[in-house]
């Protein structure tokens, strides 16, 4: 872009520079020159043009580049997340797993020990019937609630730990959270993508509109002052024109 200002500037240059025509407000100016400088413009704005297409080429990929990372964090966050769950639903099973086999091993010990209690009193009972009839059911009866404790504590035991499978609904919790942030980040940074783009497509939609503008007016200021020369059979020249507007 450089270039088309600096060919711009030598027209100014030749122009205010140029013998002025007696009695006129025209002036004699170099055709070559002018012509020459004008084909530099017009060689030099396709780059820029080139250059716009290169942004909007390049919105498409900045665009793409942003939702395939995006895409990329919402599927770690959901493979993460899928993990958490599974970890936590192993965790649990084993878990209750432990608990069962615990409360199992709790009733079984209980029916062992007031077996061993009724074997117990049965046989003390059975060798003093003779001596104390109510001594053996006191016996028979303390076994019996000694094995309704066990049982009782065992099956208390096995509720604690069964109730330890909340852990599964906090993972679920955790991992609904962590896939509302990564949706929010992701659209976060679209946003931002698109707003850079947009910045830089209309600074350069500016600078191509103004560039344009000069150029056309010049070029009308060269065909009206071609035609003034025509018309009074003066030499061809023109008024030096302002190209800064």
């Not at 500037?9 to 055709?31: G, K, N, Q, W, Y």
């Not at 080139?50 to 498409?60: G, N, P, T």
């Not at 303390?142 to 906090?170: F, H, K, M, N, P």
């Amino acid at each position: 872009m450089y270039k088309v200002f600096e060919a711009l500037d030598e027209l100014v240059t030749i122009l205010e520079e140029a013998r002025s025509v007696p009695m006129t407000s025209s002036c004699v100016v170099p055709r070559g020159d002018i012509l020459e400088l004008l084909d530099e413009v017009r060689d030099a704005l396709p780059a820029e043009v080139d250059d716009a297409q290169d942004v909007l080429d390049r919105k498409d990929e900045i665009i793409g580049a942003a939702e395939h990372q995006a895409e990329q964090t919402v599927s770690k966050a959901n493979m993460e997340a899928e993990k958490t769950v599974e970890d936590a639903r192993a965790e649990a099973e084993r878990m209750v797993a432990d608990a069962t086999a615990h409360a199992e091993r709790l009733v079984a010990d209980a029916e062992a020990r007031a077996d061993q209690t009724v074997a117990a009193g049965q046989a003390k009972y059975d060798d003093l019937v003779n001596r104390s009839q109510v001594e053996a059911d006191r016996m028979i009866q303390a076994g019996r609630e000694s094995y309704e404790r066990s049982v009782e504590d065992g099956r208390i035991e096995q509720q604690r730990l069964v109730s330890q499978t909340e852990v599964v609904q906090a993972a679920h919790a955790e991992s609904a959270r962590i896939l509302d942030a990564t949706a929010d980040e992701a659209a976060r940074q679209r946003a931002e993508c698109d707003e850079y783009v947009d910045s830089k497509l209309a600074e350069f939609s500016d600078l191509l509109s103004h560039t344009l503008r000069t150029v056309g007016k010049g070029r009308a200021h060269l065909r009206g002052a071609a035609a003034l020369s025509s018309a009074t059979g003066a030499p061809p020249g023109a008024a030096p024109f302002d190209y800064t507007a």
